[in-house]
């Protein structure tokens, strides 16, 4: 018994598989790097604002967090010409991955930011230093080592979400392959080159995150006291 | 009055029926004192009494319902709006604080700078001194503690002493005209509290305004001016440590008291 792999469909579409993968980096880059921005605001504002403000911000999370992917990107895509937002596939995509991601980076930016003992806050605040300087110089750099795992699994899951950018037809690696599976009939090949690229790119990830995490908990040297 | 303000310099500190309570439990109980300049005052008592809460009202890390703190005659924490009682901004609160310093039982340092940088911090940021000035100030003040050769150490590479030291170098930076401490030595190693004391021995005898929540009844009986015993939330007794530890008159006092005797008595039968 073998399961029939033809090499050849794949090679034929070399070049089309490595532009989908392409566009499947950068939109996951640019959707976590502008989530992990909205995240970082969006925990912030929370501890500066007031209760309306933060109400607001709640509820953004809430929803964000509640709610399937997939039917926030068609919300965003089909919906938004309805309000006036017309956006090509690929910002929207980018768009969507970056809403989604703010919410979950936010919380943990948001658990990151309690986490650290109140006694230094206090500390910070006897010497003179303002609520924004105590969040900037004494919380920020610790909250980064603390949430760093985290962040790394967030970051992989928006990874794999990029994939749901295929039903908006933003032409990234899945949006190609099934294209081609479709076509040659292919779904052997296309289906598990698929696997082995987001595995691929996954691994990447984690490493990069556990290098980080190793550099700077060394430099900060916050294990112990 | 005026005959008074004469003779005696203007304190400090001066806390007027202050009034503090979680919901139904009262903290504090019409507490008033003052600390004139040079003046060390230790507050002790069983725990519970309201002695870490009232010192923490000193730098407002506690606001209070009732009375007055004033710091150096300034209203600590609050504003008068048209005989309304109203929270001060945080610029308000920490201009009236800005001659306080604090010391606190887990040191507070921040993992992640180095014990040069806590110290330097405040110097940078709210002094808003050059980097290369704040690191001279900054290695003069961990010099005074006696810690110049650690000062590129992470708090983390410290003994529970040297971080505490740190922490008081860390206040002493901003030139503070009080200094408040509260419990300083009560996280350390025993054998890591004669060097703790000592820094604050030298701190008194230089006419620093301290005041102090502490256990260390050797230290208060030898260093304090002025002793506070407070109880229940209530200022029990008050008084100079010679008189105040041979006071046989208030038994919650002497019940206090007759612990520590208790468990210095080894050494007392040995000088006997």
Known sequence: MSIPFDVAILTDALPAIARGLAITIGVWITGAVSGLGLGLVVAGAQMLTGRWVRLGLRAYIEVFRGTPFL???????YGGPSVGLKLPPLAAGILALGLYGGAY???AFRSGFESIPPGQLEAAQCLGLSRLQIIVRIQFPQMLVIVLPALTNLIIVLCKETA???VVTVPELTFVLTGIGTEKFAFVETLLTLCVCYWLLVELASRLGLMVEHRVSRFLELSGS | MNHLTAEFPAPLIEVRHVVKAFGEVVVLDDVSFA?????????IGPSGSGKSTLLRSLAFLEDYGGGEILIEGELLGYTDRRGKRERASEADINRVRRHVGMVFQQFNLWPHMTAVQNVAEALLRVRRLPAA???ARALAMLDRVGLAAWADRHPARLSGGQQQRVAIARALAMEPHIMLFD????????????EVLQVMKSLASDGMTMVI???EMGFAAQVADTVIFLDHGKIAAQGAPEVLFHDETQPRLRQFLQNYFDRNAFWARRDA
Not at chain 1, 71 to 77: A, D, E, G, R, T
């Open chain 2, 35 to 43: 600390v004139r300049p040079s003046e060390v005052t230790c507050i």
């Open chain 2, 183 to 194: 419990e300083p030595t009560s996280a350390l190693d025993p054998e890591r509290v004669g």
């Open chain 2, 213 to 215: 929540v502490t256990h």
């Open chain 1, 71 to 77: 039917v926030q990107l068609f919300i965003l895509y």
């Open chain 1, 105 to 107: 980076f936010s919380e």
């Open chain 1, 164 to 166: 749901v950018l295929s």
């Open chain 2, 133 to 135: 000035v704040a690191r």
